[in-house]
C-alpha cells in the first residue's frame, strides 16, 4: 500500500513538472514572441531609429534579449563618421533578463519578469557610462502577466556627474510604467525631486528644477504620436541664473501646472493644452525683479486627420534619418518643402481648427490678453485640381480671429525701457503721439486704461475692430 502511494505520488510529481515545463515553454514563446512584435512595430513607425544586434538566448526557466538602438543617419559615411556634414549616428544597447512563468523567479504568479540593464557606447561621457554601468539588474524591473499586462518600476540612484562645462547633479528618482506589452494602453508617472546643473565658470550659469511631478496615459492602435489620452506635469520651481554680456540675469518659473487631453474619433484626432505659472525676471546687479502672476495658456485643435499627419511625419522623419552629407541646392530645397507641405493638403478636406484660445498674464496689478483661431470649412479639392487654382475658394472658406487687450501702462512702460532719466519725458511723449496715431488710424481702440484690437479675415473679407481693413480705417 505504501508503495503505491508513493507510486502515485512520484506520478503526480512527474505530471506537476511536465505541466510546469510546457507552462513555462509556452510563456517563454509569447514574451519572446511579443518583444519581437513591438520592437518591429516601433521600427516602423520612428525610421529614425532603428534596432539592430537583435539577438535571443532562449531557455526553459529563462531567457536574454539583446538589442542595439541606432538613432541618427543611415547612409554609411554618416555612421562612421567621416568628418562630413551629416549628424553621425549613435548607438544604445538594451540587455533583458527576462525569468519565464507560471512562477517566475518562484517568486509569484505571472507569465515573466524582467531585468533591464543599459549599456552606452565607448563615446559617451566616463561619467554617466559609470553611473549606468552601476544600475543594479533590479533598478529596471518588470512584471509581465498573462493577460498581456505588463509594470515596470525603476529606480535611478542619486547621482553627480561631471560633464563637458560643468556638473551635473540629482537625488534618488523613481519612475512606473504600466501598460500592455502590445502597445495598444500605457501610463507613465515620474517623480523627480531635484534636478541642478551648475558650470564650472566662476560666474556661470547655473539651473535648478525642483519637485517635478510627471503623469501621462494613452490608448489606442496605430500611431505611437497620435493616440487619445492625457497628460500632467506639475513643477515647483525652474531657476535660471546666467549672464548676458557683462549684465547677470535671472529668470524663476514656479508653480508651473501643465495638462494635455487628446481623444480620438475614428480618424480625427482633437485635442486641448492647457498651462498656468508665475514668472519673475531681472536683469542686472540692482534691477527690480518684473513679475509675471497668473500666466495663463490655453490651446485646442480639433479634427485633425491622423492618417495625413503620420504620413507627413514617417516622411520627414525619414528624411532627417537619411541625412545627407552635402546640402542640397536651394532649387532642391525648396521642391522638397514644395511637395512636404502639399502632403497636407488632406486635412484641409475634414474641416480642421486651431487655436491660442487664451494667453493671459498679470503684471503690476494689470493684465493682459491675447487669443487667435483659425478654421477652414466646407473646402474640397475637386479630383485632379491644382491648389494654386483652389486658392479663392481656400479664402472663402478660411476663418482667422485674433483678438488682443492690452494695458496702456505696459505699452507705456515698454516704450520708456532702457531710457535714462534724461530721456524718460521725451520717451512718453513719443510713445503716446504712437499710440494717439494708431488708435486714430483704427489699428487701436483705446478702453478705458486698456488697448483693444480685434482682426477677423471671413469669407476672402478682413476686417480691424469691425471695420474694413484698409489704406485707412474710419
Known amino acids: 500500500m505504501k508503495r503505491k502511494t508513493l507510486t502515485g505520488v512520484a506520478a503526480a510529481v512527474a505530471v506537476l513538472v511536465a505541466v510546469y515545463i510546457g507552462a513555462t515553454a509556452y510563456t517563454g514563446h509569447r514574451v519572446a514572441a511579443a518583444y519581437e512584435a513591438r520592437l518591429d512595430q516601433v521600427g516602423k513607425q520612428l525610421p529614425f531609429q532603428r534596432f539592430v544586434e537583435r539577438t535571443v538566448d532562449r531557455g526553459l526557466l529563462s531567457s536574454t534579449f539583446s538589442t542595439g538602438l541606432r538613432v541618427g543617419c543611415v547612409n554609411a559615411g554618416a555612421a562612421k563618421g567621416d568628418g562630413s556634414n551629416a549628424l553621425p549616428s549613435f548607438e544604445v544597447h538594451f540587455v533583458d533578463h527576462v525569468r519565464n512563468g507560471p512562477f517566475p523567479g518562484f517568486a509569484r504568479f505571472g507569465a515573466a519578469t524582467i531585468d533591464s540593464q543599459v549599456v552606452l557606447p565607448a563615446n559617451a ?37 561631471q560633464a563637458a562645462g560643468g556638473k551635473l547633479s540629482w537625488p534618488e528618482t523613481r519612475l512606473s510604467s504600466a501598460g500592455l506589452v502590445n502597445g495598444e494602453a500605457n501610463a507613465v508617472e515620474a517623480t523627480l525631486p531635484e534636478l541642478v546643473f551648475q558650470s564650472d565658470e566662476a560666474k556661470g550659469s547655473r539651473f535648478r528644477l525642483a519637485d517635478l511631478q510627471l503623469r501621462s496615459e494613452n490608448h489606442g492602435s496605430g500611431s505611437l504620436w497620435m493616440r487619445a489620452g492625457n497628460g500632467a506635469v506639475k513643477i515647483g520651481s525652474i531657476e535660471l541664473q546666467t549672464r548676458l554680456g557683462e549684465q547677470p540675469m535671472s529668470l524663476r518659473l514656479s508653480k508651473l501646472d501643465y495638462t494635455t487631453e487628446v481623444a480620438n474619433d475614428k480618424d480625427l484626432m482633437s485635442g486641448s493644452l492647457a498651462m498656468r505659472a508665475d514668472a519673475a525676471l531681472s536683469l542686472g546687479d540692482e534691477a527690480t525683479p ?15 486627420h491622423v492618417p495625413t499627419i503620420q504620413k507627413w511625419f514617417e516622411g520627414a522623419m525619414a528624411e532627417v534619418s ?65 491648389f494654386a487654382a483652389a486658392l479663392p475658394r481656400l479664402a472663402q472658406a478660411l476663418t482667422l480671429r485674433a483678438d488682443a487687450r492690452l494695458p ?67
Not at 125 to 149: M, S, W
Not at 290 to 304: A, G, M, N, Q, T
Open 408 to 474: 496702456v501702462a505696459w505699452v507705456e512702460k515698454i516704450g520708456a525701457f532702457g531710457a535714462g532719466s534724461d530721456q524718460a519725458q521725451l520717451r512718453a511723449v513719443q510713445t503716446e503721439a504712437m499710440l494717439d496715431h494708431a488708435i486714430g488710424q483704427g489699428f487701436l481702440v483705446r478702453d478705458g486704461d486698456d488697448l483693444t484690437a480685434a482682426l477677423v479675415f471671413e469669407r476672402g473679407t478682413p476686417t480691424l475692430n469691425g471695420k474694413p481693413l484698409g489704406p485707412r480705417m474710419k
Open 322 to 386: 537619411n541625412c545627407e552629407t552635402d546640402a542640397a541646392p536651394p532649387a532642391e530645397q525648396a521642391e522638397r518643402a514644395r511637395q512636404q507641405a502639399e502632403q497636407l493638403l488632406p486635412l484641409l478636406a475634414h474641416d480642421p481648427d486651431v487655436a491660442i484660445e487664451k494667453f493671459a498674464l498679470t503684471h503690476e496689478g494689470r493684465r493682459g490678453e491675447l487669443s487667435y483661431s483659425a478654421g477652414v470649412h466646407g473646402f474640397r479639392l475637386a479630383e485632379g485640381e491644382e
Open 125 to 161: 561621457p566616463e561619467a554617466l557610462r559609470k553611473y549606468v554601468a552601476g544600475l543594479k539588474p533590479e533598478d529596471i524591473h518588470t512584471q509581465v502577466g498573462y493577460g498581456g499586462d505588463y509594470r515596470t518600476a525603476v529606480r535611478l540612484p542619486a547621482g553627480e556627474i
Open 290 to 304: 518684473l513679475l509675471f502672476e497668473d500666466i495663463e495658456l490655453k490651446e485646442s485643435f480639433k479634427r485633425l
